[in-house]
C-alpha cells in the first residue's frame, strides 16, 4: 500500500471515530444522522465547481451508488435491531466480521493479490476488532457470540457484517469506475434520500428542528467531518487494494478509545489496550506488506 493511500485510510478512521463522537453527543440520534448527512450532502454541492466538470455517470455507477447506499442503510438497521435484544460485548465481535469477509470478496471477486505480511495484518485487526469488547481473556469468552446462533441479535449482527463487506466491494468498484468525488457525491445523495423516506414517518413529526436547536453546533461540526471521512477513504480505497484498506480503517477503534478516554472519562482497561494495539500492528503490517 503506498504512502499516499495509507495516509488518506488513517485520516479517513481519524475522520471516522470523529464523527461516531458527535453522533454519541447528540440526543435523537436517528435524525442527528439525517441533520449531518444534509450538512455534508451541501458541502459536496458547494464543493463541486471545484472538483471539475461533472461527469454524466454510466447507470451501471448509478446503480453502484444506490446499492451500495443501500447496503450501508441496511447495515445500521440490522446493527440497530442487534443492539436492541443484545449486549454490546456480544454484538460489537460479530459486526466484525465484515473483515473476515472483504479480503476473500477482493481476492474472488476483485483478483486482488495479498502478501503474507498483507495477510498477517489483516488477521491481526480481524481479532483486534473482534476482542476489543470482550469480558474476559478466555477462549470460552472469544467463542460465546458464536454460541447461539438462532438468536435474532446474533443473525441482525453477522448479517450487518456480511452486509457492510457487499457495500465495500461496491464502493471499490465504483471508485474505479467513477470519480472518488462524484461517486461518493451520488452515494451521500442517495443515503440522503432513504433517511429522507424515513424521517417523514409521523414518528419524526415535530423532532427534526427539535434537533437541530439542541444540537445545532454539532449539526455544522458534522458536516465537514464526514465529508472529509467518506472522501479521504475512497481516494485511499482508489489507490489501495480493498483488502487492505477496509482492514487498515479499522485504526478508528483506537482513536475511539483514546477519545473515550481523554474526552469522555472512560476506562481502556487491559482487553482494549491489547486489542487496539493488535490493531496498530496489523495496519503497520499490511502498510509494510
Same mark, same amino acid.
Given at each position: 500500500m503506498s504512502t499516499l493511500a495509507f495516509t488518506l485510510i488513517l485520516f479517513?478512521?481519524?475522520m471516522h471515530?470523529?464523527?461516531? #463522537? #458527535?453522533?454519541?453527543?447528540?440526543?435523537?440520534?436517528?435524525?442527528?444522522?439525517?441533520?449531518?448527512? &444534509?450538512?455534508?450532502?451541501?458541502?459536496?454541492v458547494l464543493a463541486l465547481p471545484m472538483a471539475g466538470p461533472f461527469p454524466l455517470p454510466p447507470w451501471r455507477v448509478v446503480g453502484l451508488a444506490a446499492i451500495g447506499a443501500v447496503c450501508f442503510m441496511l447495515y445500521h438497521l440490522f446493527t440497530g435491531r442487534a443492539y436492541r435484544s443484545g449486549d454490546l460485548s456480544l454484538i460489537y465481535p460479530l459486526a466484525q466480521t465484515s473483515m473476515f469477509w472483504v479480503p476473500i470478496w477482493g481476492v474472488l471477486i476483485l483478483g486482488e493479490k495479498v502478501s503474507g505480511l498483507g495477510t498477517a495484518g489483516i488477521g491481526l485487526i480481524?481479532?483486534?476488532?473482534y476482542s476489543i469488547q470482550l469480558r474476559a481473556l478466555?477462549?470460552?469468552?472469544?467463542?460465546?457470540?458464536?454460541?447461539?446462533?438462532?438468536?435474532?441479535?446474533?443473525?441482525?449482527?453477522?448479517?450487518?457484517?456480511?452486509?457492510?463487506?457487499?457495500?465495500? &466491494?461496491?464502493?471499490?468498484? !465504483?471508485?474505479m469506475l467513477y470519480s472518488p468525488f462524484h461517486f461518493t457525491f451520488l452515494l451521500v445523495d442517495f443515503m440522503l434520500l432513504f433517511m429522507t423516506l424515513n424521517i417523514m414517518r409521523p414518528k419524526?413529526?415535530?423532532?427534526?428542528?427539535?434537533?437541530?436547536?439542541?444540537?445545532?453546533?454539532?449539526?455544522? #461540526?458534522? !458536516?465537514?467531518?464526514?465529508?472529509?471521512?467518506? #472522501?479521504?477513504?475512497?481516494?485511499?480505497?482508489?489507490?489501495?487494494?480493498?483488502?487492505?484498506?477496509?482492514?487498515?480503517?479499522?485504526?478508528?477503534?483506537?482513536?475511539?478509545?483514546l477519545i473515550g478516554v481523554l474526552f469522555l472519562g472512560e476506562t481502556c482497561g487491559r482487553i482494549r489496550l491489547i486489542a487496539t494495539l493488535l490493531v496498530l500492528a496489523g495496519a503497520a503490517l499490511i502498510r509494510l506488506g
Open positions: 479517513s478512521a481519524f471515530a470523529l464523527w461516531n #463522537l #458527535l453522533v454519541k453527543r447528540s440526543k435523537d440520534k436517528t435524525v442527528f444522522i439525517w441533520w449531518m448527512f &444534509v450538512t455534508s450532502g451541501s458541502l459536496m480481524l481479532f483486534g476488532a478466555a477462549w470460552s469468552e472469544v467463542i460465546r457470540p458464536f454460541r447461539n446462533l438462532r438468536d435474532p441479535a446474533v443473525m441482525a449482527a453477522l448479517a450487518a457484517g456480511f452486509i457492510y463487506s457487499i457495500g465495500s &466491494v461496491i464502493d471499490k468498484t !465504483g471508485v419524526y413529526q415535530g423532532r427534526v428542528m427539535a434537533e437541530f436547536r439542541n444540537s445545532r453546533l454539532l449539526v455544522i #461540526l458534522s !458536516g465537514p467531518v464526514i465529508m472529509a471521512s467518506f #472522501l479521504s477513504f475512497r481516494y485511499g480505497l482508489q489507490m489501495a487494494p480493498m483488502s487492505y484498506a477496509v482492514p487498515v480503517r479499522q485504526v478508528s477503534l483506537l482513536i475511539g478509545v
